[in-house]
């Protein structure tokens, strides 16, 4: 029995493949019904970062089921969601008090742009709509949020519903001239940015958006230390709301709690999802400061942003158990310890052919191939090589991240890993192990005629 399309009522994410069907999870590890062993190094996608089949989060997810699954978060409160907000509000940088729950990071990319917006209109500034983002940059897949999102590929057929985002270019120092040293580089140091609010207007401008540690689109790249600091200056000065996307890097993935906090600025609004639940639910939010909602609460009184599932208590109590966990057994603090092992073991990965970075922070690492390591040359977007890559991957056995597109918005091949935070040493060997098996297998398939098309 194939799990593939047509042979499944599953309408299928990919169309031309054959499904491993999982039955287990352990940990790390996540075990297909012939008993194949896959390695999930990027915790599906940079979630699972409990890991798999955490006793302590089915119970509490089981128990709250058992109490009541759903009510409407428009007419009651609950105790999970009032517990879940006052233990990220624990870990918030700046003023960051207040959260919003939903279920998905495309929807709390949706949700705080949209409260940016009803933010300026509600203090009587109703030409501030435009949004500025950055490329390479991914924010999701609803319109809003593709609209901030810098995946020509996704965007082209649905351009038409497509909203104008105002895009700068990414801190994105493997691919500078200036390699990323130059404090000086108007796009490293992050003073572009000014020059667009300047060029559109900054009373047309509502709000700029970024994740703080690159994920997918830069794998991982690091802006330079000072580059926030610009960031939260310059919107200051402004009077521009600086947006943390940090769906992906926040929840500790990059060694601290949120991806932001190493620059020593908080952002007006965060968002979050991914890790937060470790999975086990969909669950995402966003973080704001009283001064924000504030504004509402002097104004309409309501946040024009309702979906039924938002604040869903089981969600919330996943969310609870997840941060608890996250908390009890000091998981952030093993993600930046591990972390460095990861990255000390990832690095001989450079000297093999075809790779020509290896970057992150955290369990957050991205292998970046190029065609050639002197000028940095993608390799042609015909050999496809992140993606044979990924399934030469799972092969092995092994959970990885592809992405393409990032050098110059077509060509580009890296992939990600983002382990759970429970991975231990022999597994982190094991991940560098079948990672060089991918790339030989992958190496193997890049054959000459591919490469001259
Ligand atoms: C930075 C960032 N923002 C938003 C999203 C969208 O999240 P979701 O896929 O849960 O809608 C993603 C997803 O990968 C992301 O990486």
């Known amino acids: 029995m194939t799990h593939a399309y047509p042979d499944s009522p599953v309408f299928y994410r990919k169309l031309a493949h054959d499904y491993p069907k999982i039955v287990r999870g352990e940990g790390c590890w996540l075990i297909d019904e012939r008993g194949k062993r896959y390695l999930d190094a990027v915790g599906g996608a940079y979630v699972a970062n409990v890991g798999h089949s955490n006793p302590e989060i089915a119970e509490a997810i089981a128990q709250q089921a058992r109490?009541?699954?759903?009510?409407?978060?428009?007419?009651?409160?609950?105790?999970?969601?009032?517990?879940?907000?006052?233990?990220?509000?624990?870990?918030?940088?700046?003023?960051?008090?207040?959260?919003?729950?939903?279920?998905?990071?495309?929807?709390?990319v949706e949700a705080a742009l949209k409260l940016a917006r009803q933010y300026w209109v509600e203090r009587g500034k109703p030409s501030k709509q435009r949004i500025i983002a950055l490329g390479p940059g991914y924010h999701g897949s609803t319109l809003l949020a593709l609209s901030a999102s810098a995946r020509e590929a996704y965007k082209a057929m649905f351009?038409?519903?497509?909203?104008?985002?105002?895009?700068?270019?990414?801190?994105?120092?493997?691919?500078?001239?200036?390699?990323?040293?130059?404090?000086?580089?108007?796009?490293c140091s992050g003073a572009v940015l000014e020059e667009a609010i300047t060029r559109l207007g900054a009373e047309n401008v509502a709000a700029f958006i970024a994740e703080?540690?690159?994920?997918?689109?830069?794998?991982?790249?690091?802006?330079?230390?000072?580059?926030?600091?610009?960031?939260?200056?310059?919107?200051?000065?402004?009077?521009?709301?600086?947006?943390?996307?940090?769906?992906?890097?926040?929840?500790?993935?990059?060694?601290?709690?949120?991806?932001?906090?190493?620059?020593?600025?908080?952002?007006?609004?965060?968002?979050?999802?991914?890790?937060?639940?470790?999975?086990?639910?969909?669950?995402?939010?966003?973080?704001?400061?009283?001064?924000?909602?504030?504004?509402?609460?002097?104004?309409?009184?309501?946040?024009?942003?309702?979906?039924?599932?938002?604040?869903?208590?089981?969600?919330?109590?996943?969310?609870?158990?997840?941060?608890?966990?996250?908390?009890?057994?000091?998981?952030?603090?093993?993600?930046?310890?591990?972390?460095?092992?990861?990255?000390?073991?990832?690095r001989p990965l450079a000297d093999l052919p075809h790779v020509g970075d290896v970057r992150g922070r955290g369990l957050l690492a991205g292998i970046e191939f190029v065609d050639d390591k002197a000028s940095r040359a993608p390799l042609p977007r015909s050999a496809k090589f992140a993606e044979k890559f990924a399934e030469a991957a799972l092969d092995a056995g092994l959970t990885v991240w592809p992405n393409v597109g990032h050098a110059d918005g077509t060509n580009g091949d890296l992939v990600m890993v983002a382990p759970p935070f429970i991975i231990e040493e022999h597994e982190i060997d094991e991940i560098v192990s079948r990672l060089t098996v991918a790339l030989e297998t992958t190496l193997k398939g890049l054959t000459a005629d591919v490469r001259s098309t």
């Open 67 to 108: 109490e009541f699954g759903y009510l409407s978060g428009t007419m009651f409160t609950h105790g999970p969601v009032e517990e879940l907000a006052a233990e990220l509000a624990e870990t918030l940088p700046g003023d960051l008090s207040k959260l919003y729950f939903l279920c998905s990071g495309s929807e709390a």
């Open 212 to 346: 703080p540690v690159g994920g997918s689109s830069t794998g991982g790249s690091t802006p330079r230390p000072e580059y926030f600091k610009l960031v939260r200056e310059i919107c200051d000065r402004h009077d521009v709301l600086f947006v943390a996307d940090e769906v992906l890097v926040g929840v500790g993935r990059t060694g601290t709690w949120w991806a932001i906090e190493p620059y020593g600025v908080a952002p007006d609004i965060m968002t979050f999802g991914k890790g937060v639940s470790g999975g086990y639910a969909a669950l995402s939010g966003i973080a704001v400061p009283a001064r924000i909602v504030d504004a509402i609460a002097e104004g309409s009184g309501n946040f024009m942003h309702a979906q039924t599932f938002s604040h869903h208590p089981v969600a919330c109590a996943a969310g609870v158990a997840t941060m608890r966990y996250l908390k009890e057994h000091r998981l952030v603090e093993r993600c930046a310890r591990m972390g460095r092992v990861l990255h000390e073991r990832l």
């Open 159 to 187: 351009r038409p519903w497509l909203v104008d985002v105002h895009r700068i270019p990414a801190s994105y120092p493997y691919r500078c001239e200036c390699g990323g040293k130059n404090a000086g580089c108007p796009v």
